[in-house]
């Protein structure tokens, strides 16, 4: 039996990850929950999961929960609050699923201390990489198992001592729900059109990221980080069924690609139980006579800068990437506030980036400060349009 403290409970990978909790009793046992601003929900899953302790950044939020559950939970909020309430709940393993960069304190916390990191937050790693990987290699016991369909599908590839043969991560995308629209039709799509995915049921952020190919980006500099690739050596493919969750080319030519339904159920569940896997029912299985064709093909840049702008942040490496991810965040909030078009997000992430002169090695007070920088900047953007 191992506990478990879920940051970003309220959110897409947080109820399933609460799901596979829940259909495994005997494994785990649900001793943290984190959570931004939905406070009825998180209400519902304390009297479900009775953790020993709860985290809500929404304060009068909080003091509702205080005030329904009394002594016999410990609740947390504030800025600093998700950090102490992860060192009081000191669980098994930590599944990092907020959005942004809230939770990157907690997961350096959690590795330094040997704990077990189910990382699903992607904007952490694009942002803190280095520091991450340090805090991992600084304590034997810890472990860091991605979350992400694609870098699990690689994790996988690589058990054993395959990660010393690999040349290529073949890092495949469905293409989005824009795959097959013109970019001339980019300037009247409608909100529904750009966050329903055609394959993925996902948080919002997520979903528009997977619309402008910019999630695809952040994946590479991701797998970068994680399998220590230079990012020449991460190809990204379109896949538009989804049955491939990413390929690895050793120097010798093989290939192995990892296959399953597009249910992140799945994923979540590996990373919570490696190095173990646990059986599932057949509605989680690939049934392959349904499965009538495969095909691949390579990403239209020209439609999708957002692409370019992620390979262009990651060879500049230090804190670009870090600058790409804030003025994405904003971004992308600013178009689903209604404050920018679709069709501006790629033009103010570019303007962003290339007014930032990059710092080599950032150290964590560097990170915020310049994560903050580029949150300002992308404000000021997004006003003037
Ligand atoms: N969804 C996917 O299939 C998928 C796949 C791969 C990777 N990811 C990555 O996983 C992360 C989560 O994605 P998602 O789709 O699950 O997002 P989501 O549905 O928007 O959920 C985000 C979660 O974070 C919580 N949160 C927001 N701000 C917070 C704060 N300040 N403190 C504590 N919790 C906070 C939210 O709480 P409230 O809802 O209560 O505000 C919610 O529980 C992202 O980094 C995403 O890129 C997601």
Redesign the pocket.
């Known amino acids: 039996m191992k506990t478990l403290n879920v940051?970003?409970?309220?959110?897409?990978?947080?109820l399933n990850t609460l799901q596979v909790a829940r259909e495994n009793p005997s494994l785990f046992c649900v001793s943290g929950l984190?959570?931004?601003?939905?406070s009825e929900?998180?209400e519902q899953q304390i009297r479900e999961f009775s953790p020993k302790a709860v985290?809500l950044?929404d304060e009068k939020g909080a003091l509702g929960i205080s005030s329904i559950f009394g002594k016999k939970l410990k609740v947390f909020t504030g800025l600093q609050g998700?950090r102490e309430f992860s060192m009081f709940v000191e669980a098994d393993i930590l599944m990092a699923?907020?959005?942004?960069t809230?939770?990157l304190v907690s997961v350096l916390d959690a590795l330094g201390g040997g704990k077990k990191v189910a990382l699903?937050?992607?904007?952490i790693l694009v942002v803190a990489g280095d520091l991450i990987l340090s805090a991992l290699k600084s304590n034997p016991s810890a472990v860091l198992v991605p979350?992400?369909?694609e870098h699990s599908a690689i994790f996988q590839c690589l058990q054993g001592s395959n990660q010393k043969y690999l040349d290529k991560i073949i890092l495949t995308g469905s293409g989005g729900p824009l795959r097959e629209i013109s970019a001339e039709k980019f300037s009247s799509l409608k909100k529904e059109d750009v966050i329903n995915h055609p394959k993925?049921k996902?948080?919002?952020?997520?979903s528009v990221?997977s619309a402008t190919l910019m999630n695809k980006g952040l994946e590479m500099i991701e797998a970068a980080c994680l399998f220590g690739l230079p990012v020449d050596r991460i190809e990204v493919l379109i896949h538009p069924e989804a049955v491939i969750h990413s390929m690895v080319e050793f120097c010798d030519g093989s290939v192995l690609a990892q296959l399953g339904v597009t249910d992140?159920k799945l994923p979540i569940q590996y990373a919570m139980t490696y190095p173990d896997r646990v059986p599932v029912t057949a509605s989680r299985r690939l049934d392959f006579s349904q499965i009538q064709e495969m095909h691949f093909a390579l990403p239209d840049r020209k439609k999708f800068p957002c692409l370019d702008l992620a390979y262009a942040a990651a060879r500049q490496s230090g804190s670009a990437p870090c600058v790409l991810s804030a003025a994405d965040d904003v971004a992308v909030g600013a178009y689903l506030d209604d404050r920018i078009r679709f069709i501006q997000i790629p033009g103010i992430i570019e303007k962003v980036l290339s007014s930032h002169r990059t710092v080599p090695s950032p150290s964590l007070d560097d990170i915020q400060s310049i994560h903050d920088w580029a949150t300002k900047e992308t404000v000021k953007l997004c006003q003037a349009y």
């Open positions: 940051l970003g409970s309220t959110g897409s990978i947080g984190a959570a931004g601003s939905k929900l998180l985290y950044a998700l699923a907020t959005t942004g809230g939770s699903a937050n992607k904007e979350v992400d369909s993925w996902m948080g919002k952020k997520i990221d992140m």
